[in-house]
């Protein structure tokens, strides 16, 4: 805790990129990783990676 | 590699050997496959009269009074909404168009041929910015516009364009194309290095041709003025390079991608001509002075085929410039492009940015990686106003919508698995 008080947070921002910006704006250390929810439903995410088996092996 | 991936390979490998070339000009009725008297084609996904957004029923306002179908904007929508007029998608012909994309049977339009394949493309000559056909404007200053480019602009570009398709060194839009984005064109919202590259190669041929000094020098002028000149053309290279990827069995690359400024619809190379539709996008617009975002309608237009092809939005970071007409940041364009990357299957081989140490553009959307990422396709797009007549209100960046995306994988994943 005296560490994170003394030297600050270290951000890792996930999704939103605007809380990142802020952050930055405010010369804080962050990096920013692009991610998004799933916009399809589970079962079609598995079909789909079925189609692709082998592509990342 | 998967049977996907094999597809992808051969599908791309059509794209990366397309060789567009100016060919020639002709009268839609005349030239355009399946035109007919009585016939509308528009940008996007079909669309009846009644779902039509503002600026795509100014358009066909405005191309009803140009066809002479109607002598008032009261008779001309009574004409449209009768059911005498047929509507279908530019790309259902072989065509696009940017923004409303309205063809009718008595426009000029350029005639594209992807030599490696055979096939053709067709798109009308851009008028400009601003109040414009295009961008749903009807006004008598239109129609006349139209006209001069009918009976001026039409005759004196073909017969220079005709006489080089003949020569030697045929105009390469490919070449004309790699060569802008290395001058800060994305192709798509900026084309002032490809209509100056187009200008000076025909320049030589327009001044054997045209013998009328007075109106030559108006046609120069004209196309001088209009930065935006070689968008059509561009549009025109990109659906001749991507339409024989329609039907290869397998492939998950998009081959289309459209707005009719209701809806939004794309066509994927192993889902042959099936279009998968959901609402258009709203874009996200820097306005032209005196506009507010409620006068902007939701995104249109068949321009959209030029990040299907792998410029445009995609290849932004080549094009520092442009975020002062579309708004952002330098170092955003860089991040769009890199993005891309992501929902891509390649990189171009002909296409690259400098700015990205020569890196090939990101090219040939996979709709596998657009479903499993959730990163749908960026694009830098012009903005009409949703009320008809009212022409263009700004430019901006628009990102497509999923909907139509996973109901294509939907489909995808029944017929292949």
């Given at each position: 805790?005296?560490?994170?008080?003394?030297?600050?947070?270290?951000?890792?921002?996930?999704?939103?990129?605007?809380?990142?910006?802020?952050?930055?704006?405010?010369?804080?250390?962050?990096?920013?990783?692009?991610?998004?929810?799933?916009?399809?439903?589970?079962?079609?995410?598995?079909?789909?990676?079925?189609?692709?088996?082998?592509?990342?092996? | 590699?998967?049977?996907?991936?094999?597809?992808?390979?051969?599908?791309?490998?059509?794209?990366?050997?397309?060789?567009?070339?100016?060919?020639?000009?002709?009268?839609?009725?005349?030239?355009?496959?399946?035109?007919?008297?009585?016939?509308?084609?528009?940008?996007?996904?079909?669309?009846?009269?009644?779902?039509?957004?503002?600026?795509?029923?100014?358009?066909?306002?405005?191309?009803?009074?140009?066809?002479?179908?109607?002598?008032?904007?009261?008779?001309?929508?009574?004409?449209?909404?009768?059911?005498?007029?047929?509507?279908?998608?530019?790309?259902?012909?072989?065509?696009?168009?940017?923004?409303?994309?309205?063809?009718?049977?008595?426009?000029?339009?350029?005639?594209?041929?992807?030599?490696?394949?055979?096939?053709?493309?067709?798109?009308?000559?851009?008028?400009?910015?601003?109040?414009?056909?295009?961008?749903?404007?009807?006004?008598?200053?239109?129609?006349?516009?139209?006209?001069?480019?009918?009976?001026?602009?039409?005759?004196?570009?073909?017969?220079?364009?005709?006489?080089?398709?003949?020569?030697?060194?045929?105009?390469?839009?490919?070449?004309?194309?790699?060569?802008?984005?290395?001058?800060?064109?994305?192709?798509?919202?900026?084309?002032?290095?490809?209509?100056?590259?187009?200008?000076?190669?025909?320049?030589?041929?327009?001044?054997?041709?045209?013998?009328?000094s007075e109106k030559l020098s108006r046609v120069l002028r004209f196309i001088d003025s209009n930065?935006?000149?070689?968008?059509?053309?561009?549009?025109?290279?990109?659906?001749?390079?991507?339409?024989?990827?329609?039907?290869?069995?397998?492939?998950?690359?998009?081959?289309?991608?459209?707005?009719?400024?209701?809806?939004?619809?794309?066509?994927?190379?192993?889902?042959?001509?099936?279009?998968?539709?959901?609402?258009?996008?709203?874009?996200?617009?820097?306005?032209?002075?005196?506009?507010?975002?409620?006068?902007?309608?939701?995104?249109?237009?068949?321009?959209?085929?030029?990040?299907?092809?792998?410029?445009?939005?995609?290849?932004?970071?080549?094009?520092?410039?442009?975020?002062?007409?579309?708004?952002?940041?330098?170092?955003?364009?860089?991040?769009?492009?890199?993005?891309?990357?992501?929902?891509?299957?390649?990189?171009?081989?002909?296409?690259?940015?400098?700015?990205?140490?020569?890196?090939?553009?990101?090219?040939?959307?996979?709709?596998?990686?657009?479903v499993e990422t959730g990163i749908t396709p960026i694009l830098d797009t012009g903005a009409a106003?949703?009320?008809?007549?009212?022409?263009?209100?700004?430019?901006?960046?628009?990102?497509?919508?999923?909907?139509?995306?996973?109901?294509?994988?939907?489909?995808?994943?029944?017929?292949?698995?």
């Amino acid at each position: 805790m005296k560490k994170l008080l003394k030297e600050g947070p270290k951000t890792v921002n996930i999704g939103l990129r605007g809380f990142y910006d802020a952050l930055k704006q405010q010369e804080s250390s962050a990096i920013h990783v692009e991610w998004r929810p799933p916009i399809v439903k589970t079962d079609l995410l598995k079909r789909l990676r079925k189609l692709r088996k082998g592509r990342e092996q | 590699m998967t049977k996907v991936d094999a597809a992808n390979k051969q599908a791309l490998q059509k794209l990366f050997d397309a060789e567009p070339f100016l060919v020639g000009m002709g009268i839609a009725k005349d030239t355009i496959p399946g035109m007919k008297d009585k016939m509308l084609l528009h940008a996007g996904p079909h669309i009846t009269y009644d779902r039509m957004s503002g600026p795509l029923i100014g358009a066909v306002i405005g191309a009803t009074l140009y066809e002479g179908w109607a002598d008032s904007v009261e008779e001309a929508r009574e004409v449209l909404a009768s059911g005498e007029i047929v509507f279908e998608p530019c790309h259902e012909h072989a065509s696009v168009g940017p923004m409303a994309g309205v063809i009718s049977p008595g426009m000029p339009v350029f005639v594209v041929e992807n030599r490696k394949f055979g096939n053709r493309s067709y798109a009308t000559m851009n008028e400009g910015l601003g109040r414009v056909l295009r961008m749903g404007a009807f006004d008598d200053s239109v129609i006349t516009h139209l006209r001069w480019m009918e009976n001026t602009l039409f005759p004196i570009l073909k017969e220079a364009i005709e006489k080089r398709s003949n020569a030697e060194d045929p105009i390469d839009l490919k070449n004309i194309i790699a060569q802008a984005l290395h001058m800060g064109d994305e192709l798509h919202n900026r084309n002032k290095a490809g209509t100056s590259l187009l200008f000076r190669s025909l320049a030589p041929d327009l001044a054997e041709t045209c013998q009328d000094s007075e109106k030559l020098s108006r046609v120069l002028r004209f196309i001088d003025s209009n930065d935006h000149f070689f968008l059509n053309l561009g549009m025109a290279s990109a659906k001749a390079s991507l339409d024989p990827l329609n039907g290869i069995e397998g492939s998950s690359i998009v081959y289309i991608m459209a707005r009719n400024g209701t809806d939004f619809g794309i066509k994927v190379s192993g889902l042959g001509d099936t279009w998968f539709k959901c609402a258009a996008a709203q874009p996200d617009v820097l306005l032209f002075p005196g506009f507010t975002r409620d006068d902007v309608n939701p995104d249109i237009g068949d321009s959209a085929i030029m990040e299907t092809y792998g410029i445009g939005g995609f290849a932004l970071a080549a094009a520092p410039a442009i975020v002062q007409f579309v708004g952002g940041t330098p170092a955003d364009a860089v991040r769009y492009t890199r993005e891309m990357y992501e929902i891509c299957a390649a990189e171009n081989k002909s296409f690259t940015i400098p700015q990205l140490n020569f890196r090939g553009t990101p090219t040939g959307i996979d709709l596998l990686s657009v479903v499993e990422t959730g990163i749908t396709p960026i694009l830098d797009t012009g903005a009409a106003h949703k009320v008809p007549g009212k022409g263009q209100v700004g430019a901006g960046i628009v990102r497509m919508p999923s909907e139509a995306f996973v109901s294509a994988a939907e489909v995808f994943a029944e017929k292949y698995a």
